[in-house]
């Protein structure tokens, strides 16, 4: 319910959602979408249709170098894209809140040790990293690919949980129930934790929109996985074979439209929950 | 020891001391979708040269509203004022400060009313040395730089604070010489009056007499008046020589300080004062005033006050009291018949100088 | 007169301070020594630590470089040899490093590129260094990166300035959403939108290369013409989402800044808005910015990747790019190594720096 709440106040978060939803909603129904539109054709199949059309009723965006409709082509992209960021926003939003909260919660010499792995982090160039590992990885499968951009994108959810967990367990609140002999376990899932979604959920949007950038950066490059098309991967061969200068721009339109999007959505909607649970963030009347 | 001394000169001072700043009618209303939130709602106050005066009030009544609005230090837009604040400025003229524009009243801050506000940690630029933040204030009205350099050790030792302080951030000093040094910089152009907005709020007790006595003593050295603003009504005590209570945006209860204390007239003042614990009378329960301040959205019909009153007469609940000087001598008072000096006003029926039809007739 | 003390006594029973306690005492190692030397040696370990995790990272890619680097040099017809003898492969063993245990790899490894920069022979065009082919390619990516950095930082903060101090007028509600749209798009994209627009269709800029081809690099002011001309496109675009982001933390901090205490009361004396602007605003406002552009720095090099690689542009970035594809080892690796000591440089620098012109912070362990 607190979430009805954030929806009717936040502005933000409103739009954000919004535009997330719907993507979500093509990529679910990307199925169905696809056969209203090129019937049974697989839409990756090179030559089923005449290469480079131009847009028209049959085929909205026309079609690609290699003949195929490019709606169809981006509409199985998405799924694929969408999988991949809020898998890797999920994984690395796990991984941040373990961290982020044993380091705030023991404090001391964890903490340190802990914080100074985490800023090592983000202080260093990961894309470069990410780069090299996906291009030396045979197979790289989404999985794979989630995995390897969640090992980078961890720390900034781990920052905010922290931060959260320590700001907590000062709280007078936190301290009486200490009082009352309750065992940490009982105190981290009964006080702490419940205090913490909210951030948790920021922390998993942020994550989302940062590994979808890295998956950007990456699958634009040409290293995404090869089995599979997704978004950056069409605009990555829509770039290899010339498109700019061949004035068939449209091809990539789409994609980096939709991706706009999606960055955008998430964003709103981390930047929605942020103001909406921070109180001192929300502008001043 | 202090305070009686203060009050004999202060006499001195006001019988023959001109009006400085007179305000006539002050009524501020805030326009917001909930109403109108009539903050400040008629009040009527003179402060004359070299006085020392107090504004005794809860939060809610009003007060930190009226001094913000002298300056014209408001923090929010849809405000509405009526009535006239008449200063003296320097040069003899007597300004409406409620008609000024920003670039005159910019002009008129610090350089003829200062303001000090309350006690807080946070009112000095932290990234600027103290030195040069009581400096920026004179070169912006028109001291040369070297030379108000060359005036800032001796305002710092006017307040009691030692030359090297200038050099110092404000994160390195405490609480109490921080708010020594607002009042540096409050006197820095030798303004003829201060408005300090609970000057020692947050502050522990004796720092609070040293910065009260700290203000008494610029009063007598640099002839500055000063408006303090303050729920504190021991702190009112100790330094003014007149206070004023305000309850529900209006005053209620004007005079000598020492007089309202010892013989306060309205019920809102005696209950203000009850609520004081005594050192030297015997030990006796406390009493707070029942009820609750009411809202600026809706104050209450007839007397403001007439609902929490336990003085409350039937005429108390339909024609509110005018504010009116009271005549000196025995008098029945609102805690039986007592001798009541002059120069005291009173907003309440039991005085029947407050109630209009006296008024039309007398 | 009341209680005359003397103006040096009223110095009070106050305590004198916190100010006092934080005089060194004379013969202890201060608190400002002991931080900036416990901030060196957290320095060194991370760059060791990021250095011997790189290294390892490298050697434990799944494949055998060996044979990669001999396929690689097969197909440009510097072997005509159908597949290595035992000597060749010795023979490129030792060359590239990759005799020895792990162990002995690792410490000769180290000391070769800290004593004389070597991280051995690129396969990109062997037999040139790895080290030739970063020197080459450097300069082109400090040109970019520095430009996009200090231009979007510079403007950003002004136009965030701007925007907070003057925040309910139309043009900065126009600008500020804009910025918001902008800040999250990725640069790639927006060079991907100018390419087609200004460089395409109509021609205006180029976007390729770093210089006109027909020219030579030499200091003329032809050639430097051609260099800013060939800069221009992907600079604007890391500019344009670097700035919006810069423009709407700036505004964020300056809308809190004006709500505070302080400036209530440097309204209250009376000051200038010029000077309250300046001193009182600016002045807190960007100090925080400062610090925040070392944090920065290590999204900043990760986008100038892309943008090099998207424009052609002989940086490092795209280098990088380029080694990694055809599994040039020591090419990427120095890339990395040499990413990850700039950005931890500037790092240690700016904290170092910071208390000069921040007087709240202080070397506090």
Redesign the interface.
Known sequence: MVFVNLFRESGKFRLGSIITLLLIVLALLHQPLVEWRIGNADPMKVGSFPIFLDPSGEHWLGTDRFGRDVVSLVLIALPISLTVAFLAGAISTTLGVVIGFVSGYKGGRIDAVLRTITDMFIVIPTLPLIIILAANTRNLGSVKLALVLAFFSWPVAARVIRSQVMSLRERPYIELSKMTNLSDREIIFGDILPNMAPYVAIGFAQASVGSAFALVGLTVLGLGPSSQMDLGRIISEALGYGVISLGKELIFVAPVVLLILLFLGLALVSQGMEEFFNPRLRGQV | M?PA??AETQRAHRQGDAPLLEIENLAIHFRSPKGVARVVDGTTLTIHRNEIVGVAGESGSGKTTLVEAL?Q?V??PNRETRGRVMFTTRAGQKVDLMQLGPRQ???????EIA?V?QG?M????????VGTQIV??MV??GVGEREARRRVPGIL??V???PRVAK??P????G??KQRV?IA?AISMNPALIIADEPTTALDV??QR?IL?TL??LR?ELGVAILMVSHDLPVHAQLVDRVAVMYAGQIVETGDVRSVVKTPLHPYAKGLMQAIPSITKPRERLEGIRGTTPSPFAWPDGCRFHNRCPYAMEVCANVPPFIAGVRAGQRETVDGVMDVQPGREVACHLYPESTPDAEATS | MVAGNPPATVLDDEPAGPQLSAVPRKGALNPTARYILRRLGLYLITLWGSLSASFFFFRMLPGDPISGIIAQLQTRGQYSAIEGSQDMVEHYRREFGLDGSLGEQYVRYFQNVFTRFDFGPSVLSYPTASTDLILRALPWTLVLIGVSTLLGWLLGILLGTLTGWRRRSRWAEWVTNTALVFSHVPSYFVALVLIIFLAYRFSLLPANGAYDASLQPEWSLEFFLSVIKYATLPVLATVLVSLSGWMLSTRALVVSILGEDFLTFANAKGLTPRRILTSYVMRNAWLPQIAALGMALGSVVSGNVLIERLFRYPGVGNLLVDSVVIKDVNTAMAVVTLLIFMVLTINLIIDLCLPLIDPRVKFTS
């Open positions: 202090m001394t203060t300056l230090i923090r929010f009243m910019r002009r008129l801050r610090l350089d303001y506000p807080s946070n009112s000095l630029n932290p990234v600027v040395r920026d204030g912006d009205h030792e006017r009691g604070l030692e110092l951030y994160h390195e000093l405490s109490g010489m607002i910089i004796n720092v040293r006595e008494s003593r007598d």
